[in-house]
Every structure is written in structure tokens, then in C-alpha cells.
């Protein structure tokens, strides 16, 4: 529901040589809402201005894009690449403009609030990701600084400093650009200030490099992912010089630990992570996916003095012994999300797995059992488990071989869940071939009877809407969630895998030769 200030502001800003021509004479405290109305109708003219000309100290584009009095819609996920290109843009050109009618009083911008969602309502259909902003702003400080070199006589400029929070993602193609901002921070009247900090595809000696010159003592958030090959004493280096006090959340790649080839000397290196991990008072999440951790989760873990709300250790080999640990340590009973995909819960150790359900089952709010191999023998035993999840937001068990039968059986638990808002459900077995085997080969997802499948998918749904739930989503993402990071860097994830696996023929080859 719009105010009435509101729709005059969208009147304003839709006329854009109208709206521009007036905010010298627009008060302070309307800027805010003129911000949000532009963005709404994508304006980029008049947000590049009233970025140009912001009178205020803070500018938070969370909390301006999100609820608000006079319009409640939250449009934060619009990642519209106008309006963020003229957003930034605009930041720069504040600083570079000496003739504006406010004073400069701007001292902190907030950019993490923007959320990377898949479906973009924006009328563009383009989006400016997490990788390109922080291109986009890496290069705006460049030349402001070039900029500034042109201007060295005007002294109004060398005296704003406006620290600009943002979650930077870095790889192989952007890194050099991001070093070039951050080391010429101290000298930049926008002091970028790295809240989350992804990074992929960089050489180990690049990703220490830069992780230095973010500021580790405020960075909250960090995912080495994917392409980069982090392992344990890698990991232990980076912990024994590098230190991560106000670390909230941590996200290591494959692979990062493999127990399978542990030594004597490994022994001490996985405790020493696990010590340095528990001076991170404030870890609070932690992404462990296949890493290989069968028996070490409790060494790993148990040094932590924070309990864990969010705990990823998707196919990381569990034993009956990690399950024990997990349900009876001191996470169990503070954990919001959790993540078992890839272990066979229900026939190898189901009664530690659903003791670990029942402690959690007070905060549990995510629940992923993705190819766990939960069949239609098992649901009466999930359902027990899931019935007391109350808060319970989004269950996701993609990959396991449960009937159409069963599934029903599940969504008539689901409409009982009173939090609950979004299911991803496996196709039905009897959608296969019946000499289909389990894991499904990704060669074969798609190969199932499409037409029986819709007419489940819309059984499924009926038991939903007859229970009044129109407010759960359910669908079958055959090949996983959409991931923003991976959509956006796609392309360049796929050239450094190829190059990796060319570079891994050519030392085989090599290494022959020498032989011979």
C-alpha cells in the first residue's frame, strides 16, 4: 500500500528533468523517499542526483529500499543494474562535486543490504551481482583518485571520508582491480570497508594477499570457494598469521579437509584450526561441504565456544560417531540451519540422526537432506521428526527416491508446519525408469515422465491449497538452487577449470617424461 507521499513522489521522480531541476529546493528528509520511488521506476538520472547531492550522514540502501511508511513492499532483491550503476556512480561524483547547495555531511554508505535473487522484477531484467558492484566500485575509487590528481587545488575534496560498506566478491578477472582500491584506500575519500568477502578462482598466494588488505580484524563473513585450493595446512597458515575476531561466518571450498589421507602430523594441524577457530567468539556458521571429515568433526568442533546456528557438513562422510557428537554437543540445541545432504541417515545411524533433530527441533528453521537416501520404508520415521520443527521455514530433500505416495504423505505433514513457506521435493520414483539407480546421474535427471510429474506436482500442491497454505512454495529444482555467485561468474568458473585440468595433463605428462 502506497502513501499518498508516496504517489506524489513517484509523480516527481517520473518527470525526470522535472524532479532534477527541483531538489535544490527539496527538504533533507524527503531524499529518502524520493530515493526508493526512483529506484521503484528506475530512474537512474534522478538517483545518480540525489546520490550527488545526499544531505544526510547515512546512506543505508537496505534500509531505503525496504519496508517503509509511506510503500511496505521490501524491494531490496532488485539488483536493477541502472539504478545501482547510477547509485554509485552518483557516490562518486558527491565527492567530485564542489557546487552542491548541502553541505557535506555524508559519512557512512551501506551497501550490503541488496539481496541476489533469481527472478528480477525490475523493468531492465539486468542485473549489477555481487561481482560486478564490486568491479563497478573498485574502479569509481580509481578514478575519483585520477580525478582528484586533476583537481589537486580544491581543497573542499581531500577532506570528506565516507566509509563504504560492501561484500566484496574477488576472482582471477577482477583481483588486480580490487588490490588497486584497497591499497590506495588510506588515500581515497571512499574507504571501502569489507563487511563479506567471497572469493574464487585465485592462486592461494593471491587470496592471502588480498584477504590482508580487506581488514580481516572487521570482516564478518568469509567463503573461499569452489576453485581455489585451500587444504588443511594451508588453512592452519592462514589462522596462525591472520587473525578473525569479529568473524560471524566462515565457508571453506571442497575438499579443504580429507581425513582419508591424514598422517600422525595431521593430528595436531586439525587441532590447531580447531583452537584458532574457537578465538572467533562470534563464529556463529560454518560450511564445511565435502570436505572429507568421517570421525574428526568432534576434534574439529568441540574447541568451539560459540555454539553454531547454521552447520553445512554436506557430504563430508560422516561416521556414527560424528552423528553422536553433533546430537550431543552444544549446537544441537542452538542450530537454525543444517545441512546433511549426502548421508544416509535414516538406515545408518537413525536414531542418533533424529536425536539430533529433536534437539534442534526448538530453532530449527532450514532443514537440507538432500540424496540421503530417505526412502518410502523411512517417512513415518521423518515424520515424527519433523512434526515438533515448529519454526521450521524451508525443508529441502531433492535426490531421494520417495514415491508420489509418499510425497503425499509428507505434504500433509508440511501443511501442519505453521513457519513453514518453501519445499523443494524430489521427482517421484515412479516418474523413472524402474531400473533407475540412486544417486540419479546428472546425464539422467531430466529423463523421467514429465507428464505424470505434473500431474503429482499439482496433487501436491491441492493438499497444500486445501489446507490454506497457499503461503508454501513447493518446486523441483532439478540441478539445485540458484545460486547468484555462480550465475553471475559462471563462464569465468568453467575457463579456470579447464585450464586447471589442461595444466594437470601437462605435469602428468611431464612427470612421464622424466621417467622415461
Excluded at 529518502?32 to 526512483?38: E, I, N, T
Excluded at 594477499?209 to 568469509?222: A, E, F, Q, V
Excluded at 556414527?320 to 537454525?336: F, P, Q, T, V
Aim: proline letters at 4%; hydrophobic letters at 40%; charged letters at 20%.
Amino acid at each position: 500500500m502506497k502513501s499518498l507521499r508516496f504517489i506524489s513522489a513517484e509523480a516527481l521522480v517520473s518527470n525526470a528533468q522535472l524532479a532534477r531541476k527541483s531538489l535544490s529546493s527539496v527538504a533533507h528528509n524527503l531524499f529518502p523517499l524520493l530515493f526508493k520511488a526512483s529506484y521503484l521506476l528506475e530512474q537512474g538520472e534522478v538517483i545518480h542526483d540525489l546520490v550527488e547531492n545526499w544531505p544526510l550522514a547515512d546512506f543505508n540502501i537496505g534500509k531505503l529500499l525496504g519496508t517503509t511508511v509511506d510503500y511496505q513492499e521490501d524491494i531490496s532483491s532488485r539488483a536493477c543494474c541502472v539504478c545501482l550503476e547510477s547509485c554509485l556512480v552518483g557516490l562518486r561524483d558527491y565527492v567530485l562535486n564542489c557546487s552542491s547547495p548541502y553541505s557535506k555531511r555524508l559519512k557512512v554508505v551501506d551497501l550490503t543490504g541488496i539481496k541476489d535473487v533469481e527472478v528480477q522484477l525490475c523493468k531492465c531484467k539486468k542485473t549489477l551481482g555481487r561481482w560486478a558492484r564490486t568491479e563497478l566500485l573498485s574502479k569509481l575509487s580509481f578514478e575519483l583518485l585520477v580525478e582528484m590528481q586533476r583537481l589537486q587545488f580544491n581543497p573542499c575534496i581531500f577532506d570528506i571520508a565516507i566509509d563504504v560498506l560492501i561484500d566484496l566478491f574477488v576472482t582471477e578477472r577482477n583481483y588486480e582491480l580490487v588490490v588497486q582500491a584497497l591499497l590506495m584506500r588510506c588515500h581515497c575519500p571512499l574507504k571501502i570497508r569489507c563487511v563479506a568477502f567471497r572469493a574464487d578462482s585465485l592462486t592461494l598466494r593471491k587470496l592471502f594477499y588480498i584477504i590482508k588488505l580487506t581488514d580481516p580484524s572487521s570482516l564478518r563473513k568469509l567463503e573461499v570457494v569452489h576453485n581455489i585450493r585451500l587444504e588443511m595446512e594451508h588453512l592452519e597458515v592462514l589462522f596462525n598469521n591472520i587473525h578473525f575476531p569479529l568473524l560471524t561466518s566462515l565457508t571453506l571450498p571442497a575438499r579443504a579437509f580429507n581425513v582419508q589421507r591424514f598422517t600422525a602430523e595431521d593430528e595436531p594441524i586439525l587441532m590447531t584450526i580447531g583452537e584458532k577457530m574457537s578465538q572467533m567468539t562470534q563464529l556463529t556458521e560454518l560450511s564445511l561441504a565435502f570436505s572429507t571429515l568421517t570421525g574428526k568433526i568432534r576434534k574439529l568442533l568441540s574447541p568451539l565456544k560459540t555454539p553454531l546456528k547454521l552447520l553445512d557438513v554436506s557430504n563430508c562422510a560422516l561416521n556414527h560417531a560424528d552423528m553422536a557428537y553433533l546430537a550431543n554437543s552444544l549446537h544441537s540445541n542452538h542450530l537454525e540451519v543444517l545441512d546433511l545432504s549426502g548421508h544416509n541417515v535414516a538406515d545408518l545411524y537413525p536414531s542418533t540422526f533424529f536425536k539430533l533433530l529433536s534437539h534442534c527441533s526448538y530453532t530449527l528453521k532450514m532443514l537440507i537432506l538432500e540424496e540421503c537416501n530417505i526412502q518410502d520404508i523411512h517417512v513415518n520415521m521423518l515424520i515424527l521428526g519433523l512434526i515438533p520443527c515448529r519454526k521450521l521455514q524451508e525443508f529441502k530433500f531433492l535426490g531421494n527416491p520417495l514415491s508420489s505416495r509418499a510425497l503425499k504423505c509428507l505434504f500433509n505433514v508440511f501443511s501442519d508446519l505453521p513457519m513453514l513457506k518453501y519445499i523443494e521435493f524430489p521427482v517421484p520414483r515412479d516418474c523413472y525408469p524402474n531400473n533407475v539407480t540412486y544417486p540419479i546421474d546428472d546425464a539422467y535427471l531430466s529423463k523421467f515422465d514429465h507428464q505424470k510429474y505434473e500431474s503429482v506436482s499439482e496433487e501436491l500442491n491441492n493438499i497444500l491449497l486445501h489446507a490454506n497454505r497457499e503461503d508454501i512454495k513447493a518446486s523441483t529444482p532439478l540441478f539445485g538452487s540458484y545460486d547468484a555467485a555462480i550465475q553471475e561468474t559462471g563462464n569465468e568458473l568453467g575457463s579456470y577449470l579447464l585450464k586447471s585440468f589442461k595444466d594437470t595433463l601437462e605435469n602428468f605428462n611431464k612427470a612421464l617424461q622424466e621417467m622415461n
